[in-house]
């Protein structure tokens, strides 16, 4: 069965620097997402993504955030410069659209020291 | 902006127990979905309900979307069922998720 994959499952970094998590959704989705789940708490819509451009962001998503689908396979999330806050798991998901269900990755799990 | 609220927020059953976990939101959505995060933290599709009534295995779902709630039903748990169990509603373009209900099957 198709499955959304990202990479890396871990990544450690420092405070300022920039990190680009990867996600290859389903193959024949158009509808991409990034949510983020801080240790312990609920799942954060980040932003959605169609046809190469946003279709809607939270107020999360400021200006150190952006959203890129470099190629016809992959999506990536880039934090311009980390804060202790954005310490988390984010997860990609995708939908195809003839269905509403949204399939998630297995998360990238982001620290910053 | 719409409210997605679950209860319990937390649940002890033993095994071979029934339960049932609420969401209710605040306003219209165009649809529910149901998740389980299990232990190692992934995300698993379990429904997508905007309304009616679904069931796979033990699991069954129902949402009524006039009233603005859906009810996840779980049969005879088994320690697996272990986790954390979301509700997300979608709004335009934009998921919101409730806290969620944690259980905890004990053997």
């Known amino acids: 069965e198709p499955e959304v994959t990202q990479t890396p499952s871990h990544q450690v970094t420092q405070m300022g620097q920039e990190v680009i998590l990867r996600c290859v959704p389903i193959s024949n989705h158009l509808y991409f997402y990034w949510y983020r789940q801080i240790l312990g708490q609920k799942v954060e819509f980040l932003v959605s993504?169609?046809?190469?451009?946003?279709?809607?962001k939270s107020e999360i998503f400021d200006d150190q955030f952006s959203v890129e689908r470099p190629d016809g396979s992959n999506f990536t999330l880039k934090i311009r410069s980390t804060k202790l806050e954005d310490s988390a798991m984010y997860f990609c998901a995708s939908r195809s659209g003839g269905s509403e269900t949204q399939y998630f990755g297995p998360g990238t799990r982001l620290l910053v020291l | 902006g719409i409210q997605v609220e679950q209860s319990p927020p937390d649940l002890i059953l033993q095994e071979g127990a029934n339960s049932t976990l609420r969401c209710n939101f605040s306003?219209?959505?165009?649809?529910l979905q149901w998740f389980h995060q299990n232990p190692w933290g992934q995300l698993i599709n379990l429904f997508y309900?905007?309304?009616g009534t679904k069931q796979n295995g033990r699991l069954s779902a129902t949402t009524v979307a006039t009233e603005r709630y859906s009810l996840l039903y779980i049969s005879s748990s088994q320690t697996t069922d272990s986790g954390v169990y979301f509700c997300?509603?979608?709004?335009?373009?934009?998921?919101?998720f409730g806290a969620g209900t944690r259980l905890f099957v004990k053997a």
């Open positions: 309900i905007p309304s």
């Open positions: 997300a509603v979608l709004v335009g373009f934009k998921t919101i």
């Open positions: 306003d219209s959505v165009n649809n």
């Open positions: 993504f169609y046809n190469n451009e946003i279709s809607e």
